[in-house]
């Protein structure tokens, strides 16, 4: 039997593998339920939640009542998650109820059913501009009529200490006040690489991954021990509790992907490549390799677009989850294929437990 004791609990609606939740439950919120329509992602939150239930489900379809009760409350201090957003670009902000936006008002749904102390929503950032931030003002307006006083900002996660350029747009409504995002603190450094004028340096793909075999002539385990001690305070902090390496398996590239992958520089990508290579991918992030001294790009959900700064290979999902913030002791479950799709689509867990932990001085 579970036993949530915090005072402050969450349900996490559209909760992935359960990124968003677990920033949150680092920073003191007690997870009580994450609901997703997809299974593998639910089995890793379930598994990395132990005192937390799932359900799984279209949310279209999905009750509050039934919400309530698979949470043990009606009442939860915040309802969280990243509904899609694929129907604004279609429908435009006339039509904020045009069924393509139903998953953003299935949220809206079940926060004005719950009656919860505050919200959090995570999306592109691209929602932001969307026929001149009218579906933006459109979204605050609406949690505006259920009494929440409503912040939005594009947040880049390397802000707050996570080793990734990843922007999104985070929504906080809250009943008591309005929310001011906390302020970075992270920042970069000089041309010549020294430390910031203020703050701490933003941390870089090597400060992320540079404690984990390359793998270079060797396809990994599944649960294999670490080789050397923790090299900064970042691999140290991702490293707390954790035994051994796991997740970290190298992908099977063809013999032509690896050879191409050569030739691309650390910090490169298809403008790098020959001529007659250029076309085989001609995108703005095909062919990107990693560099080790900058932070990672936004990490993608596995479709083989960024490549590790030494090895000829992508990332494995371990170097993903470090690059997201998700330490060690995280498992991934199901096919590999999975896994890293989990991985790209969460909200990294440093972000959210910035968020989180600034959230918990207006309760």
């Given amino acids: 039997m ?94 904020f109820y045009d069924g393509r936006n139903r998953l953003y008002l299935e949220f809206l749904r079940v926060v004005k059913d719950l009656h919860p102390q505050g919200f959090i929503i995570e999306n592109v950032p691209g929602l932001a501009g969307l026929f001149g931030g009218t579906v933006k003002e459109r979204i605050v307006d609406e949690f505006s009529k259920l009494g929440y006083k409503v912040n939005a900002e594009i947040l880049n996660a390397s802000d707050y200490g996570v080793p990734q350029n990843r922007k999104r747009i985070v929504f906080v ?7 001011e995002f906390p302020d970075p603190t992270h920042f970069n450094g000089s041309e010549d690489g020294g ?37 900064n305070e970042y691999q140290a902090m991702m490293r ?70 030494t090895a000829n290979r992508i990332p494995t999902v371990r170097e993903s989850a470090r690059i997201q913030s998700f330490p060690d002791t995280f498992r991934f479950l199901g096919t590999k294929t999975s896994q890293y799709k989990q991985v790209g689509n969460a909200v990294p867990p440093l972000l959210a437990y910035a968020i989180g932990k600034k959230i918990l001085k207006y309760l």
């Avoid at 968003?20 to 919120?29: D, I, K, R, T, V």
């Avoid at 400060?207 to 923790?230: F, Q, T, V, W």
């Avoid at 590239?253 to 298809?270: C, M, R």
């Fill in 2 to 95: 579970r036993k949530i004791t915090k005072k402050l609990t969450v349900i996490d609606l559209f909760a992935g593998c359960g990124g968003l939740s677990y920033g949150l439950e680092m920073a003191g919120f007690g997870i009580l339920l994450g609901t997703d329509f997809w299974q593998d992602c639910l089995d890793t939150f379930q598994y990395n939640h132990k005192n937390s239930r799932i359900l799984c489900g279209d949310i279209r379809k999905l009750e509050s009542d039934k919400i309530a009760k698979s949470a043990g409350t009606s009442r939860p201090t915040l309802v969280v998650g990243g509904p899609p957003c694929q129907g604004f670009s279609l429908s435009g902000p006339r039509k």
């Fill in 240 to 309: 707390k509790g954790s035994r051994a390496i796991i997740n970290h398996v190298a992908s099977n590239h063809a013999k032509q992907t690896t050879d191409i992958i050569s030739l691309v520089p650390e910090g490169g990508n298809y403008k790098d490549l020959p001529g007659h290579f250029k076309n085989t991918r001609n995108f703005h992030i095909a062919w990107t390799r990693l560099h080790r001294r900058k932070p990672s790009p936004t990490i993608d959900t596995g479709h083989r677009h960024h490549f590790h700064p």
């Fill in 173 to 179: 409504g809250l009943k008591s006040a309005m929310f």
């Fill in 195 to 231: 430390a910031p004028a203020r703050g701490q340096r933003k941390l870089t793909v090597q400060d992320a991954i540079g404690d984990l075999p390359p793998l270079n002539d060797y396809k990994g385990a599944e649960e294999m021990p670490y080789r050397s001690r923790p090299k």
